[in-house]
């Protein structure tokens, strides 16, 4: 049944390539369940109650995207999005977490909306090839940077990224676990990302990185908290909704939502054979139909946006290629509510080598970029520059966008300025004139 609903075979893979891919994806993606309920707890929301939303809201777009898009990717409350919820929306502007979950419901609906339009159809087409391999480079570097930051590798001292302490600890585990996925990754082995954070995992319980104490004296079971504090808390005051202000505030949502996704999708599946990025392209439409569902559904049980995550490139690179590795990301999240000790036990370290193995594969589509034309090649470095700095997808596509307009037009390539690099172009111009 398996083989014959997610067409193991067309795809060339196996059950259990597709289950240990979900494994590796989880793994790397597994620590949103420890970070956003910190970040939106900042609004005053319960923490507890938000490690639930989390997982509930990661079980509801991964199962929507695996099933209806039979695609491998996990969907979860992105984060840079919940930073901007938490401390933004209800920080800076000093709106309440129940409206600020208003303005992500609202514009999760828009979302929907833009699908049944056909916009995102038109935005998926328009989308420059040069930009998707920019944006295929912007995410691996993004990643590997992010797979250092968390392992201390890199640490950012008055304002400047620094070497970190790497002879001892986490950072000094994660060195380890490079060698020892490349070492698994030149024998040719599929499972090598995978088998590298298990390995790594063990190694760091002899180095006293990997805390597997909480395990040993409280057990691996633990009931989840309830979601009703939090649970369809939205505040529809209308008089307040209808203000300019509110008004940006869904719109910003809206658009770091849609180019958050289809940045991650172009870029992810660009380095995909011929055959695949048709096949999978297909999909994306149906795919962002789902995120957007998912969004409105993470609203109701007190999740921030839901977005398709980055890390998703380790499942695939593990061989993972239909929606069974979302199922099984699924079923792995599900058990977490119960047995999270267990689960969170896996130190960041030991998710480092696979961040950094995927940067890596990811990087080598700069071979396809026209680097003496620069109209491209210097958008595609401010692309790349800002995406991984700021680790926000849609700002680092903003700029590129923008300079790859500003560049076309100024060396007079009128072919390349379609209505929709245009208008984006504007957009993206607008946005930044204005927020």
Not at 91 to 107: D, H, I, N, P, R
Not at 376 to 389: K, R, S, Y
């Amino acid at each position: 049944m398996l083989e014959r609903y997610f067409g193991l075979r067309e795809h060339r893979t196996t059950v259990s390539m597709e289950i240990m891919a979900g494994v590796a994806i989880f793994l790397t993606a597994v620590y949103i369940l420890a970070v956003n309920p910190m970040i939106q707890a900042a609004t005053g929301m319960p923490q507890d109650a938000l490690f639930t939303a989390t997982a509930v809201a990661i079980i509801i777009g991964t199962f929507l995207i695996g099933f209806f898009a039979n695609m491998p990717f996990i969907l979860a409350p992105g984060m840079g999005i919940n930073m901007f919820f938490a401390y933004a929306i209800v920080g800076q502007k000093g709106y309440s977490w129940q409206e600020a979950l208003t303005a992500v419901l609202l514009a999760g609906v828009l979302f929907v909306l833009t699908g049944a339009l056909g916009l995102r159809r038109i935005l998926l087409d328009g989308f420059p090839e040069a930009l998707k391999h920019a944006m295929t480079m912007s995410l691996g570097l993004m990643i590997a940077v992010i797979g250092l930051k968390n392992a201390g590798i890199i640490e950012m001292k008055e304002g400047f990224a620094q070497l970190g302490t790497i002879t001892t600890g986490g950072p000094l585990l994660a060195l380890i676990g490079i060698v020892i996925t490349g070492a698994f990754l030149s024998l040719g082995m599929r499972t090598a990302v995978l088998l590298g954070i298990i390995v790594t995992t063990v190694v760091g319980m002899f180095m006293g990185v990997t805390n597997y104490e909480p395990v040993l004296q409280g057990g691996a079971f633990s009931l989840p908290p309830s979601l009703s504090p939090i649970a369809m808390q939205f505040s529809f005051q209308w008089d307040r909704i209808f203000t300019f202000d509110f008004m940006v505030v869904i719109f910003t949502l809206l658009a770091i939502d849609i180019f958050d996704n289809l940045g991650t999708f172009v870029g992810v599946l660009n380095h995909f054979s011929t055959e695949e990025k048709l096949r999978y392209h297909k999909r994306v439409p149906r795919a962002l139909m789902c995120d957007a569902v998912a969004t409105v559904a993470g609203a109701c049980v007190g999740a921030s946006t839901v977005t398709t995550y980055v890390e998703s490139s380790t499942g695939i690179q593990a061989g993972g290629r239909t929606g069974l590795v979302s199922m099984t990301i699924c079923v792995l999240v599900l058990l977490s509510l119960f047995i999270s000790p267990l689960f969170l036990m896996v130190p960041a370290a030991a998710t480092t080598p696979a961040l950094v193995v995927v940067g890596m594969y990811m990087m080598a589509m700069s071979t396809r970029l026209v680097w003496s034309d620069v109209s491209e090649a210097l958008p595609t470095v401010v692309m790349i520059l800002v995406t991984a700095f700021t680790s926000s997808i849609s700002d680092g596509l903003m700029f590129g966008w923008i300079g790859y307009l500003i560049f076309k037009l100024i060396m007079r390539k009128w072919q390349d300025l379609t209505g929709t690099v245009v208008v984006v172009g504007i957009f993206f111009i607008l946005r930044l004139i204005f927020l």
